[in-house]
């Protein structure tokens, strides 16, 4: 299992375009090339390497979770705040977001990919490839226990533009009462234990409202990491579900999203 968060100072100086040239040529997916025995993943968008995880994940059938480090200076994010809106609601939470833009990465491509042969490999290639990118952050690749994967945010970079290693607040080890309940139940005690151990808000966003009603789960533990806790929940129904635990560094709080 790779989990090692490589530090690259060579890119933490570099500023994404995308921090000078807002909102040009964001891309609504990322596309995929096939060149042969190897394929191009191309993204542009606030946060490339989740947009390109996703449009790779999308094409071969994989389940790959996503998380963002707590981003902080200046030369991770941008703020997008109205001006003239700002002026008429004085005090009002701003909109800031990743200054992350243009991306793209060569990977190995093969018929086996779609079977799921290779999957770390073809992930450690985008990862490593966005590392020295220049774009918001430093990501790892985390295999899960049940077969999946997640792309972990583990470094920032501070005011100065030098990289700054930090955890992820799944890393976080909590303790819920292990009970049978509804999916919706269990997911709302893991995040308001998480909320309450880190002093960070965790909201849940976006998820399929009818299969967290309905599906009962058992859940629980002493110590134990909320991403254990999260991969226990979502494994315990039987479906194809990843998540997406995005950072807002104009509350701070962290949104969770469940999809298919």
């Known amino acids: ?21 807002l909102h040009h040529n964001f891309m609504e997916r990322a596309t995929i090339q096939h060149q042969g025995s190897s394929a191009v993943v191309i993204a542009n968008e606030p946060r ?19 998380e963002d480090p707590p ?7 941008v703020d997008i705040t109205d001006p003239s809106w700002l002026a008429a609601h004085p005090g009002m939470k ?3 977001i990743p200054a992350g833009g243009s991306f793209q990465s060569t990977y190995p491509d093969s018929a086996g990919l ?11 290639k ?15 690749v985390l295999a899960q226990s049940e077969g999946s994967y997640s792309i972990v945010g583990c470094y920032v970079r501070d005011a100065n533009g030098n990289p700054r290693t930090v955890n992820s607040i799944l890393d976080t080890l909590i303790s819920i009462p292990t009970a049978n309940e509804q999916m919706a139940q269990s997911l709302q005690a893991i995040l308001a234990a998480l909320s309450a151990k880190t002093g960070i808000k965790v909201l849940l966003g976006i998820a399929p409202l009818n299969l967290m009603a309905q ?11 909320a991403r254990s806790l999260l991969s226990q ?7 194809p579900l990843e998540w997406k635990l995005l950072y807002d560094a104009g509350e701070p709080s962290y949104m969770l999203s469940l999809n298919w």
């Not at 790779?2 to 040239?21: D, E, H, K, W, Y």
């Not at 985008?126 to 952050?137: E, H, L, Q, R």
């Open 1 to 21: 299992m790779r989990s090692i968060c490589v530090v690259l100072m060579g890119s933490a100086l570099v500023m994404p375009l995308a921090a000078q040239q």
């Open 48 to 66: 490339p390497l989740m947009q390109a995880v996703d449009g790779v994940a999308r094409e071969y059938g994989w389940i790959v979770n996503y």
């Open 71 to 77: 981003y902080q200076s200046k030369r991770d994010v």
């Open 94 to 96: 701003r909109t800031i």
């Open 114 to 124: 779609s079977l799921g042969s290779g999957e770390e490999q073809v992930l450690e």
């Open 126 to 140: 985008i990862v490593s490839d966005y590392n020295v990118s220049g774009n918001p952050g430093g990501f790892k």
């Open 215 to 225: 599906t009962q789960v058992s859940v629980g533990g002493e110590n134990v990491s």
């Open 233 to 239: 929940t979502l494994h315990a129904t039987g479906r």
